[in-house]
């Protein structure tokens, strides 16, 4: 089992930027892939950015060159840097960590952009 706890979530103008984290336990966190995901009102879930364990990232189109996702091993958090936020990045961001063949969630924690 592994246990998730996202914060850094909040209000924030358009243009801005937050930083959220999420704080693993229950696993050796070093091996894990973790990921980034959100869900808008009224719309499916989608994925953001994607770090595996040897560092490697990925990200959405959508938020490319805006947000940055890294990890600290030792601290065995993973970070999701977002910039130049626009209203269209509102939504409840989730952090998830795969252990094949099984996906484990947080609780999310909710962006607002402001207009």
């Known amino acids: 089992q592994v246990q998730l706890v996202e914060s850094g979530g909040g209000l924030v103008q358009a243009g801005g930027s937050l930083s959220l984290s999420c704080i693993a336990s229950g696993s050796r966190f070093s091996i894990l892939r973790m990921d980034w995901s959100r869900q808008a009102p009224g719309k499916e879930r989608e994925l953001v950015a994607t770090?595996?364990?040897?560092?490697?990232?990925n990200y959405a189109d959508s938020v490319k060159g805006r947000f940055t996702i890294s990890r600290d091993n030792t601290r065995n958090t993973v970070y999701l840097q977002m910039n130049s936020l626009k209203p269209e990045d509102t939504g409840v961001y989730y952090c998830?960590?795969?252990?094949?063949?099984?996906?484990?969630w947080g609780q999310g924690t909710q962006v607002t952009v402001s207009s």
């Open positions: 998830s960590a795969k252990r094949p063949p099984t996906t484990y």
């Open positions: 770090i595996t364990s040897d560092g490697i990232t």
